[in-house]
């Protein structure tokens, strides 16, 4: 079947790809818990959308890699 490391690298790998902005929203709103902000007024800075969606290229690179070699 494979790596099952792989796998779960891969599928967190896509959805830092596919949805980048939801994801770097959601990391947003855990670090707001505790502020003064309101949780639905949080939003992600354009640097950490691109940062999230590299990240996830890297993780599926990754976990292909795993995967193939497995």
């Known amino acids: 079947m494979?790596?099952?490391i792989g796998i779960i690298i891969v599928l967190f790998?896509?959805?830092g790809t596919i949805w980048p902005y939801?994801?770097?929203r959601?990391?947003?709103q855990m670090d707001s818990i505790g502020s003064?902000?309101?949780?639905?007024d949080v939003e992600?800075?354009?640097w950490n959308v691109a940062l999230t969606r590299v990240v996830g290229v890297?993780?599926?690179i990754i976990?292909?890699?795993?995967?193939?070699?497995g």
């Open 2 to 4: 494979g790596n099952p």
């Open 13 to 15: 790998g896509l959805i």
């Open 22 to 24: 939801k994801l770097a």
């Open 26 to 28: 959601f990391n947003e």
């Open 36 to 40: 003064r902000r309101r949780f639905s």
């Open 44 to 46: 992600p800075a354009g």
């Open 58 to 60: 890297v993780m599926v």
């Open 63 to 69: 976990g292909v890699i795993l995967l193939a070699g």
